[in-house]
């Protein structure tokens, strides 16, 4: 793998444990939907590249902690002067790309169309959906997580929707 193929997503600190467990401090390219995989490559000092298997990827603000499952691998980034986790772009695009096919669709809450999803953003803690509004054209942000979307439905061209009515009263 070529290095410059590859979107550095976050920095390792040195605090390694036995078990494999890691912290970094991630940067502007992470995205949350890159919790749902588990394989990385490893950056060590610029030179030399690692593919990884990672589990247990959890995020607390801005540090990600996850759990290594190569021990030479983490022998190695003891030794080294920096290193960073990061994703080839194939994958990042593949996996950043379905924020884009949400723009567009209808936004349904309590059975009725209100809205139009206009724009999807990563605030580092989950993706939002801004929602130009039906009635008054005023924008909304949701927050894409169960207690407010329900589902996704493409085929539908909907995103449906629940407990929003605070947003909507801001």
């Known amino acids: 793998m070529d ?3 590859l979107i550095k997503i976050g920095r390792f600190g040195y605090n390694f444990k036995i078990d494999g467990t890691f912290e970094l401090r991630v940067n502007s390219y992470f995205q949350t939907c890159f919790l749902s995989i588990n394989e ?3 950056v060590i000092d610029d030179e030399k590249i690692r593919f990884v298997v990672i589990d247990n990827l959890t995020l607390k603000g801005n540090r990600l902690t996850g759990r290594l499952h190569d021990p030479g691998v983490i022998t190695e980034l003891k030794k080294g002067e920096r290193a960073w986790l990061a994703i080839d772009s194939e994958t990042y695009d593949s996996l950043t790309s ?4 949400l723009i567009g669709l209808d936004l ?3 059975d009725k169309k209100i809205g139009i999803v206009t724009d999807v953003f990563d605030n580092r803690a989950q993706d939002v959906l801004v929602v130009t509004l039906d009635d008054d054209e005023k924008s909304i942000m949701i927050p894409d997580v169960a207690e407010y979307v329900v589902s996704k439905d493409y085929d539908l061209n909907r995103v449906i929707v629940k407990n929003i009515q605070g947003l909507i009263d801001l």
């Open 3 to 5: 290095k410059h193929n």
């Open 40 to 42: 990385f490559f490893i």
């Open 98 to 101: 379905f924020q884009e096919e």
């Open 108 to 110: 349904i809450y309590q």
